[in-house]
């Protein structure tokens, strides 16, 4: 059973910085992108960031480029995002998810880790 | 950049047939995903490439895309179905994810 289990959300200052992690099981992680996807409250899903199997790829969403750092550790099945210079706009439900194939879709989702950036 | 634009809402009455869009340019050439989204819970892929269903979700759901729009359809309503759908695509050219700005479908 495929599973993906997310940590390191909180409550932080606008200019704070959290790390968020993500541990997978149940599918050999290193043959899978990944994605970070958010659901800001009360707004749509919105797509954060990209990572290839191998690493070598990796894309994010205008907004948090330059920001955000996306990384994954595939000897211990582990997905991160490093958030740097939060913004109010970042607070949202993070979640990791998995690509299910070439075409990007998105077949397992974790039950997501909530940011929130508030003075 | 890429836009996928969706209704914000559409309403059916129980056992009718309710069909959400998904507009983008020339997005019959893309693959397109959907996902279903109950409140306080994670979204459920409910058809991707188009129109091929997961394991576990009814044949009542179904899809279609060709010129300028990608359409999910749901058969035979039923209250469960009351739910935010988004419509998905990887575009290629920037290599990234693009969601749709997603449809809240109640059922009257």
């Known amino acids: 059973e495929v599973q993906l289990v997310e940590s390191g959300g909180a409550v932080v200052q606008p200019g704070g910085s959290l790390r968020l992690s993500c541990v997978a099981s149940g599918f050999t992680f290193e043959h899978y992108n990944m994605y970070w996807v958010r659901h800001p409250p009360g707004k749509s899903l919105e797509w954060v960031s990209l990572i290839s199997g191998d690493s070598i790829r990796r894309t994010y969403k205008d907004s948090v480029k330059g920001r955000f750092t996306i990384s994954r550790d595939n000897s211990k099945n582990s997905l991160h995002l490093q958030m740097d210079s939060l913004k109010t706009e970042d607070s949202a439900l993070y979640y990791c998810?998995?690509?299910?194939?070439?075409?990007?879709?998105?077949?397992?989702w974790g039950q997501g880790t909530l940011v929130t950036v508030s003075s | 950049s890429y836009v996928l634009t969706q209704p914000p809402s559409v309403s059916v009455a129980p056992g009718k047939t309710a069909r959400i869009t998904c507009g983008g340019n020339?997005?019959?050439?893309?693959?397109v995903h959907w996902y279903q989204q109950k409140p306080g819970q994670a979204p459920v892929l409910v058809i991707y490439?188009?129109?091929d269903r997961p394991s576990g979700i009814p044949e009542r759901f179904s899809g279609s895309n060709s010129g300028n729009t990608a359409t999910l359809t749901i058969s035979r309503v039923e209250g469960g179905d009351e739910a935010d759908y988004y419509c998905?695509?990887?575009?290629?050219?920037?290599?990234?994810?693009?969601f749709g700005g997603g449809t809240k479908l109640t059922v009257l």
């Open positions: 998905q695509i990887w575009y290629s050219t920037t290599d990234h994810v693009i």
């Open positions: 490439y188009d129109d």
């Open positions: 998810v998995k690509s299910g194939g070439a075409t990007g879709h998105i077949d397992y």
């Open positions: 020339n997005i019959g050439s893309q693959s």
